[in-house]
């Protein structure tokens, strides 16, 4: 019982240090976007964000909206989600959840959501990291479900996107979980 009181605590002290950095936060997402919630869809446990893009800042796709899932719903609050608001802009660190409903959580949780005016900032890190590419960054507008830009680059896009979709990858609060556990394990040991 105590771990499961515990495990907020522990999973937002985890949030403190280097998942408030953004290299850490570019690592660790599939995609970077600014976009702007335009529904939210409130269940009792979750909610999906639908964002309008904007612009891809890093791993472009093909689409001008996205769902976000958040584990923030009507009767369910949890401390290390990010919060939307309607109408709200914001630049999202994004993990891949269903690529084929275009469905993704925020990376590393509330930490992995930034205000607009971080754009420079998030640019500057994926250039030194060598992830920021010029062409097919931004939503062309004449089309719904095309990426502006140079399409030799869109090729090179698609093939990591179908990278991605093939891996399975791990939502980002089951790592927490386990790491709470084995704390709370080990603190209740020492104590004993």
Known sequence: MILLLAAPNIAAASFASEAAEIPYQINNSDHIIIGTVTEIDSHYNYSIITVKVEEWLYN???TEVIKVRTEVGTNVLTETEADFNLKESALLMLKDENLDELLFRVAIGDPGKHPVSDRDAVIEELKTQGKWEEENQTVDKTKDTEISGNREGA???????????????TPFISPVWAFAGILGAITYARRK
């Open 60 to 62: 472009p796709l093909p």
């Open 155 to 169: 090729g090179e896009q698609e093939e990591g996107s179908n990278t991605t979709k093939e891996s399975k990858t």
